[in-house]
């Protein structure tokens, strides 16, 4: 059984940071692309950062709104991927979801195989 589990969410204030954690059982997470979603309240999901397989030189994409200040990184010993987030705003406040792919754009939900539960994060001014 396939399971992702983020972690790391919290609440804090604006220009604080806070790293999340996506840990894996059931798949090898250095075999799959990664990505990292956000969801706040009445809003769509959307793309925060990605990372593309091991093998293929993991290349990492961001979004615009993060680039500069969220960083992915993978952890293959430790089968985990994390996001991390500095000089948060409170426009970063939403749900966050690690997701795991086989292929495919990595901006695109629906190309993601594997979800995470989600952790909430919450920044205020």
């Known amino acids: 059984q396939v399971q992702l589990r983020d972690s790391g969410g919290g609440s804090v204030q604006a220009g604080d940071s806070l790293r999340l954690s996506c840990a894996a059982s059931?798949?090898?997470?250095?075999?799959?692309?990664m990505g990292w979603f956000r969801q706040a309240p009445g809003k769509e999901r959307e793309f925060v950062s990605g990372?593309?397989?091991?093998?293929?030189?993991?290349?990492?994409y961001y979004a615009d709104s993060v680039k500069g200040r969220f960083t992915i990184s993978r952890d293959n010993a430790k089968n985990t991927v994390y996001l991390q987030m500095n000089s948060l705003k409170p426009e970063d406040t939403a749900v966050y979801y690690c997701?795991?792919?086989?292929?495919?754009?990595?901006?695109?939900?629906?190309?993601?195989?594997?979800w995470g539960q989600g952790t909430q994060v919450t920044v205020s001014s």
């Open positions: 059931g798949i090898t997470l250095s075999n799959y692309g």
């Open positions: 997701a795991a792919r086989r292929t495919g754009d990595p901006e695109l939900p629906g190309n993601y195989d594997y």
């Open positions: 990372m593309g397989v091991s093998w293929s030189g993991a290349t990492k």
